[in-house]
């Protein structure tokens, strides 16, 4: 059975996820409970959601979900613009059969007004938004909250086991774990979702000074007009919670038993989920997506799986929310800092400059094949990411050219790029999670990943040949 919006389960839950981001009150007098949606893009699971609801129910007053979609974000380009914008498209029609109250904002130039939310926050008893370390959502939140008369609190709905039980750095996935797995089975019950008590009355909803964006029409070429990036086009990926769960259930029956063998085979595109965009916009829950795959071949088989949907997944926002250092090579150990001191004068063998790294311009094929991947679909196989990364790491002049260059390659054209994931993914390549290993010139001790033995790894070349063209 669900757990009721009211039970002690959801009450727990948010004990755990709520964070307040001022010292505000609540306004007297308010008319609505704002939910400003920043990073988790859906109605369901979403516990900032439930926690405005609760709060609204409370209170005697309807919610407003506000998502708002600006030209200002770090790479802001037609990609991302697409696929946050065709997930709105849905929201707004699955909204009212769910019994919300939706509006959504594109702002198209930067000269275009800026305050929306604050003046439809102007008017709410407090506003609720989600809390999230990377895609400057925590910044923005910060900057909002310092600004608005009211309580503003952030709700964290980004992992199954909320991230506030782990209140220091985890080391490594074993550390982390046990603790998780712990806990897994528990935070995986199911809640009973329900709209608010009060609705939102036409008037109230017609005297907020907000220019609603009309889905009506071609929303490719509403991206064209905005004053963003258009070098970096749609991924030909289809967005929403509709194509999240096509994607789930296919996976499920079809790859998720062979997932241990199969996600080791970059040649073969469909022997992992795939999911990780819509998981990084929040599209779909990373709970209905664990909870898919244990109903479907069983908690023990589904446990390769788990663990990189749930241990990995969670470490690396643990990673992000507890070091604030996670963009630079200051998050790293120790040990690496020290390797690294030790083999900063070896010679590489070539340097790239970013520019020949972005246009996948390098001498090796395999590596080009993996940016080429990158930029036509906005994601690379999980194993050429690995190799993807740790080559980097020997072609540039410093450590932390290597570092600041994979950051700006996969934040500009990954689908999936600045989620917590994002960061402890490429800070794995410099040693991050890991342990020391045999001495080798520039890469010191820390695990090396060679693009030549790769082809008697797997079927590198079919994979090459696969991402061979122009991108
Ligand atoms: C250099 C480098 C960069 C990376 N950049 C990103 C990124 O920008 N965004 C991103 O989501 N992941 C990133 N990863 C982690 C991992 O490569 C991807 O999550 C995975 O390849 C996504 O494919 P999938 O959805 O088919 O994964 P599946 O194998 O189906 O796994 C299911 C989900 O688990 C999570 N997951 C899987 N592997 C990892 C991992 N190693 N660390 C953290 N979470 C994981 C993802 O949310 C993924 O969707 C990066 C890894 C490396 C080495």
């Not at 959801?10 to 306004?27: F, M, Y």
């Not at 938004?129 to 709700?155: K, M, W, Y």
């Not at 469909?270 to 479907?296: M, N, T, W």
């Amino acid at each position: 059975m669900p757990h009721p919006l009211a039970s002690t389960f959801v009450r727990t839950q948010l004990s755990l996820r709520v964070r307040d981001v001022n010292t505000h009150a609540e306004r007297a007098g308010g008319e609505f409970v704002l939910y400003w949606m920043q990073s988790t893009h859906r109605f369901e699971e979403n516990w900032a959601l439930r926690f405005a609801i609760r709060e609204a129910d409370r209170l005697g007053v309807p919610v407003i979900v506000h998502q708002g979609l600006d030209p200002t974000y770090e790479h802001a380009n037609d990609r991302i613009h697409a696929f946050i914008l065709h997930n709105a498209r849905e929201l707004a029609q699955r909204a009212a059969s769910l019994g919300h109250r939706y509006q959504f904002v594109l702002r198209r130039r930067r000269s275009d007004d800026r305050r929306t939310v604050d003046r439809v926050a102007a008017r709410a008893a407090l506003v609720v938004t989600d809390d999230f370390p990377t895609a400057g959502v925590a910044e923005r939140t910060a900057r909002f909250a310092s600004r608005c008369p009211c309580r503003v609190v952030a709700v964290e709905s980004h992992a199954i086991v909320p991230a506030a039980l782990f209140e220091k750095e985890e080391y490594a996935a074993r550390t982390l774990r046990p603790k998780v797995l712990g806990h897994l089975a528990h935070a995986l019950a199911a809640v009973a979702d329900a709209p608010p008590r009060a609705s939102v009355s036409d008037t109230l909803w017609g005297s907020l000074d907000v220019d609603r964006f009309d889905f009506a029409g071609d929303l490719l070429a509403q991206v064209a007009s905005c004053e963003i990036d258009h070098s970096v086009p749609p991924a030909p990926l289809p967005s929403g919670r509709r194509a999240a769960q096509a994607r789930l259930a296919t996976f499920c029956s079809a790859a998720l038993p062979e997932y241990e063998s199969r996600r080791g085979d970059p040649a073969d595109a469909d022997g992992s989920s795939r999911l990780s965009p819509y998981l990084h916009f929040g599209q779909i829950s990373a709970a209905e997506v664990a909870r898919a795959a244990i109903a479907a071949v069983g908690a023990a088989r589904a446990e390769p799986f788990l663990d990189e949907l749930v241990t990995w997944r969670e470490l690396a926002l643990n990673f992000c929310l507890r070091n604030p250092r996670f963009r630079t090579l200051g998050a790293l150990p120790e040990w690496v800092h020290r390797t690294m001191d030790a083999h900063r004068g070896d010679r590489r063998e070539a340097i790239y400059s970013r520019d020949e790294l972005e246009r996948a311009a390098t001498q090796h094929p395999l590596w080009n094949a993996a940016q080429r991947e990158l930029l036509a679909t906005g994601v690379i196989h999980n194993v050429m990411r690995m190799y993807w990364g740790k080559s980097v790491l020997t072609w540039t002049e410093s450590y932390a050219d290597a570092l600041a260059h994979l950051i700006h390659l996969n934040d500009k054209w990954a689908l999936d790029g600045r989620d917590p994931s994002s960061y402890g993914g490429i800070q794995w390549c410099f040693g991050k999670f890991d342990r020391p290993w045999g001495e080798r010139p520039v890469w010191g001790t820390i695990r090396s990943m060679s693009l030549a033995r790769a082809y008697k790894k797997f079927d590198a070349s079919a994979y090459e040949a696969r991402w061979s063209g122009p991108a």
